[in-house]
């Protein structure tokens, strides 16, 4: 993970060619250590002769890049309404789990798939789709976090000494309940990045001259008789990225929470 995250922030200082050259006197080139290959490049060559290892730490880039912002953004949407749920309650409260239980029921990725067919695709409507996965579970947890942390004797006594309801959730409540909701992120996590991956790999979300992992497992997908590395090594990526995501946020889990520590 930390390793994607390096990637992420330095890809374009680390990778050894432009990720879009195109070189045709080397056409799949295997990678190391198969017979015909050469470290110059490592990992092989596409049908056009990219250096795959460029490509995969650009596409690693972008696939991250935008897993973690479709995350952020459906994690404050989702949280920011569960407090308004649990604060106002009443038609507030119906309208917003109402909406929930819409998300909740309704398949999200076909959905997505007919909003990228019939709009058509750029980057703020990606975005906004990602950003809509997933939500609603921070709502939910959310709204039931602040019900049962404003009956508790830290909320009590601050709303007792004339604080604000928005002091009291802020600053007191949404410290004391983060626990849960960033364990929550790191689930989540994993599955933006299958859902962006998906998407790419239909065609419906990164398309050329940019990368992503998903796009490039696509275009890998044709060629896997004879040029197997370029739709295996990608899935290897999203596959350790997702992996080790999930492993790391039933690590926090556990050290979040005292009670399961055995």
Known sequence: MALMLFVAAFAQLVQ???FDHVDLMNRMTPPVPLSGATWT????TDTLGRDLLSRLLVAAQTSMLLSILGTVLGAVMGIALGFVAAH???LWDEVIMGLVDFQAAMPWFIIALAILAFMGNSMVIFIGIMALYGWETYARITRGLVLSAREQGYALAVRGLGGKPSRVY????LPNIAGPLIVQLTINFPSTILFETSLSFLGLGIRPPMTSLGQMLGDG???LINAWWLAVIPGMVIFL???SMSVLGD???IKLDPSLET
């Not at 490049?41 to 092989?44: D, E, F, I, T």
């Not at 802020?170 to 409540?173: G, K, P, Q, R, S």
Request: charged content about 15%.
């Open 88 to 90: 106002k309650g009443g």
């Open 221 to 223: 997908r044709d060629y």
């Open 251 to 253: 690590w926090l889990r």
């Open 16 to 18: 050894p060619y432009a």
């Open 41 to 44: 490049h490592p990992l092989g």
């Open 241 to 243: 990225t997702t992996l």
């Open 170 to 173: 802020v600053h007191h409540i």
